[in-house]
């Protein structure tokens, strides 16, 4: 008996220990909220000092030579997917890497897909042993990460390599701000657009639609001529969104979305959302999309826009080399047109910056993590991921041209005359709330009515941001 | 007359199921020979051509070979270690007379119900504290989670065996050590063949353990080989099916090798009626 | 021969290894992940204590996790319905020494060997709406009101998905009866046969009751692995549509990881935890050994 007491004495003890050992910095799980985030503050001001003084010795003994040692990188790629341009480039960013600096190694660990790269760094950053430089995420998504202090600002690289500082771009470092300090540098820009196959285009007489009734007269055109006006596959229902983001923003404006989704202050009760639910509504009256988009896949759908089976489809920049290269000449991308007496613009984009790539605060080797991030981050290795066809967040980067589609340049082109960057509503509003609302567009792209759909989103969203 | 009609019964459920499963699985073979648009465009058909190309890249270009074996010395290890303690423990809490039997096989049923990935952070931190390295971390975990599951079948079937021929061997004089190999391990064989199927299965299809657990690339298992080519936006159909059927061949050996184990087991049994 | 099985050294030799291999890893980890049910963490900053929040918010406001809760059961029954008697049914066919039998248990246990997302990818088509066969059999039958877009409703989805893992994991229970069947003595068949008994009586008198132990392992692996159940449809609907297909280990992947809530994931593995203890338990009472 007191044998059986003694050993659950001990394995509820090792459980403490362990659960203490799960937060960051070893902060007391029972502590109160207020203290340990005194503790983590006053934490984080002794590492900047720390920084500072690091800093100052990097600065003086300086030189490429002075650098070495192993560092760990994690990035979210795999070789053989056409669509992804990070893999390659980074591999040779490596190599030259090691090639500049003989006495550094760099050891990468590559994840497939973005759930299981989720899963897989919370689980080391949780244990505490963070790989050196690592791919993270932006805006709300990088917060807690910040907040937890497990990044570290870039201020400090920034001040060492000119070069690299020389081609950041202000816009894209803002999605990576918090308390006036970037914590990360994003590598691409992503947009969403309508992709559209002029072939067919011009085989109905149709022109680029400027306003939305032409482009409801333009779905009705197609629709008579048998061919899908917009294909999409929402098995995950995310695309299904997109659209939505779309009407929401040329019918409400800039300002409306601002104060919805930026700040979180209005309700999704608020008739502004209904509104553009039955905007969309009637597009799906009209019959825009193929009739079995809720059970295939955005990549099915994609393939199929890529075959010519489609007129239209609202489709991410990643998939600009794929129809680049598909559909050559007949892939134009055109932005969602006007709505009479709305507020928004057809020139306001939806555009992200992702791949953003950080350095661990717990890194024992600073200076060759910020040498290899700068080094990714360099002129030329820029130009070299520009040239694969990807858009990339950096500003003032040359690079050839020549060597992209013209699909790629025309985005390119719309990209750099935006007048206002919409983000992704479901990065800012949180995985959790994002997820529902991509439920709720599923509802109503089924036949549900907007304004029951966004009741129950404002009931879900109300609570959930209450917790 | 009517036995005729019995096995002409037996014949048809006999075709019927194997015409479920097989085409199903036909169906993945076939694929591994085509190109992406052309599983999309055309599932059923056969390929345009048979293009090897595929098959080539997984084991030329990204060597295949590798993680199979990386897999395979997991799973054994796992098997070999798990068969030989989870027999002794069965054979403990069946056969010997202790007043905790019931309390240890409640223990151990425990980690049937474990979800796995409510563990996994305090897990990894655990392994992780005890400073061993990926690989033995992973196995050690392999082992661990199969135990239960192994001693719960062998129990089960121990329990549903006369316990004769023991008592025989302990009037003949034979001490437990022996008892347990010349006696226990041969009755256990049909349900031992059984639990190393099972057991070399969680092993070779676990993808989430290993994802946490390794950290280079050529440590990484067949499961995460695979799972390189379904990428965020794009999944590489061609290489991905030919990589799965690939990793199906071991298993399958595996399978064979056990199950004729099986059949043994019950020739004797026929043997001693 | 008691007093051989009664030897305390013995008795601990043959236990240690799987108690310590097994205690090692498993109970630390649970005891802790059964904290953390009381805890909210986002993984990244240190854990705060919340008490029973956690379990009051998954009773009183996630809708979702009450969805998941009774789809698991329904998951669950429908397991056990579609699996199990059929396994059942089959391994008796398969144990009768006549031809072909071994080739038919080979070939019933190649899918469990296929990775879940062979599986998906083969269902993905086989319900596909355009180029299914599903739809393309009920077309060729005249019911075109029949058509469906099976994993894409909320009505067929779950079925759906039970179709495809009983496919998958029927080769899987019949591999264990097969082995409580090899292991009933020929000669008590042979005894029965003599009697006069038939293929129907020999199942009912002598099999089944032989297989009482076997049947209870199997069911308690059913029940368990179908409260756990994460990969098959993970990959196959990924809970959709709009979560008629989320079931308990699926919401908690969700929360703790992809949602970053991981205490609240936590709490819903405890939740699981316990229904599988509970479950199981019954199911040993109820074919419990007549000693």
Known sequence: MKKKFVSILLTISMAAALLSGCGSQGADPGKDEAESKESAQEESADREAEEKAQGRDTEETGGAGEISGTITFWGLGTPDDPTNFVYPWMLENIKLFEEKYPDCKVEATWVANGDDYLTKLSTILASGEAPDVFRTYVNGRLEPYVTAGKVLPIDHLLETYPETASIMNENALASATFDGKAYAIPLQASSQGIFYNKKIFKECNVEVPTTYEELLAAIDTFNEKGITPFVAGISDPWPGTIPYELIYDRLNGVEAYEEAILNKGESFGDESFVKAGEIYKEMLEHGMYNEDLVSISDEEARVKFSNGEAAMKLCGTYAVALYGEALGEDAGIFNFPDIEGGKGSSNNWILSYNEAYAISSETKNQAAAEAFVAFIYSQDRQAAYAECGDLIACKNVKYDESKLSALAVECLQYMAGADYAILPWDVMLGTDVGAELNNTTLQIIRGGDPAKAFGELHDYAMDSWAQ | ?273 | MDKVMRNKKVIIVFIAPAMILFTLIIPVPLVVSMGLSFFKWNLLEAPQFIGLDNFIRLFTKDAIFLTSVKNTLIYILLSMLFQLPAAYFLAILCTRGKRFERLVRNVMFLPSVVSGTAVSLIFYFIYHPEVGIVNAVLKAWGREDLVHMWLADEKTALLCVCIAVAWQFIGYHMLIYVTGIVAIPMDMIEAARIDGAGTWQLICRIITPNMKPVLRVSLVLIVTSSFKTFDAIYVMTGGGPAHATEVMASHMYEKAFLQQRYGYGCAIGLILFVCCLVCSTVIQRILRDKE
């Open chain 2, 1 to 273: 007359m009517k036995k005729t009609t019995i096995n002409i019964l037996r014949y048809a459920i006999f075709v019927t199921l194997l015409l479920v499963i097989l085409l199903p699985l036909l169906f993945v073979l076939i694929s591994s020979f085509k190109s992406n648009d052309e599983i999309f465009l055309n599932p059923w058909g056969l390929p345009e051509r048979f293009d090897p190309e595929s098959y080539i890249t997984i084991f030329v270009t990204n060597d295949m070979l590798r993680y199979l074996m990386n897999s395979i010395i997991y799973a054994t290890i796992t098997c070999v270690v798990v068969i030989l303690a989870s027999a002794m423990a069965a054979y403990a809490i069946t056969r010997m007379k202790w007043k905790y039997s019931q309390l240890c096989m409640a223990y151990f049923l425990m980690g049937i119900m474990v979800p796995i990935h409510a563990l996994l952070v305090p897990l990894y931190i655990a392994v992780a504290r005890m400073g061993l390295p990926g690989t033995t971390g992973l196995v050690l975990v392999y082992i661990a989670s199969a135990i239960p599951t192994a001693i719960f079948i062998l129990a089960g079937y121990l329990k549903g065996v006369p316990s004769e021929l023991e008592e025989a061997a302990v009037i003949d004089g034979a001490t437990v050590g022996v008892l347990f190999r010349k006696v226990i391990l041969p009755i256990l064989k049909p349900s031992i063949a059984t639990v190393t199927i099972l057991t070399f299965l969680g092993v070779w299809n676990d993808l989430i353990l290993g994802l946490v657990f390794l950290f280079k690339d050529r440590t990484k298992t067949v499961q995460l080989f695979i799972s390189q080519y379904s990428g965020a936006n794009y999944t590489n159909y061609g290489n991905m099916l030919s990589s799965i059927v690939v990793a199906v061949f071991p298993m399958i050996l595996v399978y064979t090798f056990m199950s004729e184990k099986l059949v043994n087991g019950m020739m004797q049994g026929a043997v001693k009626g």
